[in-house]
């Protein structure tokens, strides 16, 4: 980094220093991205992109305000429109537009390293909510469905800006329901529990969650009658987990999906505690359940 003078008009300001940046190496060469595919929905669009053999898409880069993706460089293309961001709303004050711009780059040669250990903060996933056939999001049961959980992004062009939009405001989102260019944002702190069928024949909804997979969550030592613990049996401090009541162990798992991290979960006469640190035993406890949480085929650890 060396001080430096743009126009003659940097450092006249008294107590003003001016800096430039210089890469220590020549950055990749870039080439723009083939575009594939567009789909827009009155204001709203997804450009499927793609390279040349032996390059990739680099990392989305966004921008808010109407910025073109030429600011980031002449080979950067927009692979994401969308007309209003409450991210770039609450940042910029001004213009909600988002756009993401991305580049071909050269195929990475080395493979990242492999975690040690799984990362907390990682692993995050998308789930399909009651399975096939239109399905409407809900809160704990069937009618909860309060307007406070969650907010409508009319004219959204499909599923998946829809998701992009919850993205946007993680960790706040934890799910989406969609239909007909009708967009919900759920942000209910305990998470999507519940679903329902609308009822409409001629419109689909998909019910949609993003957070830790519930499907991952498996029984410990036989899960029935078994109550959570840490290292052995009488291991059970209250750090180790957060306290709240639900209706069933799907309640119960809704709210480990949501959780900022979530190692498991323990259920039993609607007490769930999310777990947050890992369960290495289980004690015998009438009327109890306990699962953890399972990552590629292992039960996910923590360096010490």
């Known amino acids: 980094m060396s001080r430096s003078s743009v126009g003659g008009q940097c450092g006249k300001k008294p107590m003003e220093t001016c800096c430039t940046c210089s890469a220590r ?4 060469p870039t080439i723009p991205p083939i575009e594939l595919q567009k789909r827009c929905g009155r204001g709203d669009c997804y450009f499927q992109l793609a390279c040349p053999d032996g390059l990739e898409l680099s990392r989305p880069v966004g921008l808010c305000g109407g910025a073109k993706c030429s ?10 429109l969308v007309r209003r961001s409450w991210a770039c709303r609450r940042e910029n004050g001004g213009d909600e537009s988002y756009t993401e711009c991305q580049t ?6 080395t493979p990242p390293p492999k975690p040690v250990a799984w990362d907390p903060n990682d692993g995050r996933v998308w789930e399909v909510v009651g399975g096939e056939g239109s399905r409407a999001c809900r809160g704990r049961t069937p009618e909860d469905n309060s307007p406070t959980y969650y907010e409508v992004i009319n004219e959204t062009a499909d599923l998946e800006v829809c998701q992009q939009l919850c993205l946007e405001r993680f960790p706040h989102c ?7 260019e009708r967009c919900e ?3 209910r702190d305990q998470g999507i529990a519940s679903w329902t069928d609308p009822g409409r ?3 689909d909804f998909v019910c949609m969650r993003f957070g830790w997979p519930t499907e991952n969550l498996v029984p410990k030592d036989g899960g029935v009658d ?5 290292d052995d049996p009488e291991d059970n401090s209250e750090a180790y987990y957060t306290l709240s009541s639900a209706l069933n162990v799907e309640d119960c798992k809704a709210q480990c999906s949501a959780a900022p991290v979530c190692f498991g979960v323990e259920f039993g006469f609607g007490r769930c505690e999310v777990r947050t640190r890992p369960v290495r035993a289980t004690a015998n406890v009438t009327g109890f359940e306990c699962h953890v949480m399972e990552h590629a085929g292992r039960t996910l650890t923590v360096l010490p």
């Open 104 to 109: 071909c780059v050269p195929v990475a040669t």
């Open 174 to 180: 934890h799910g989406v329901e969609f239909s007909r």
């Open 201 to 203: 024949p001629h419109m």
């Open 71 to 80: 600011l980031v460089g002449e080979a950067y293309t927009a692979s994401l």
């Open 185 to 187: 944002l759920w942000e």
């Open 226 to 230: 078994r109550a959570c613990r840490g």
């Open 25 to 28: 190496e020549e950055p990749p």
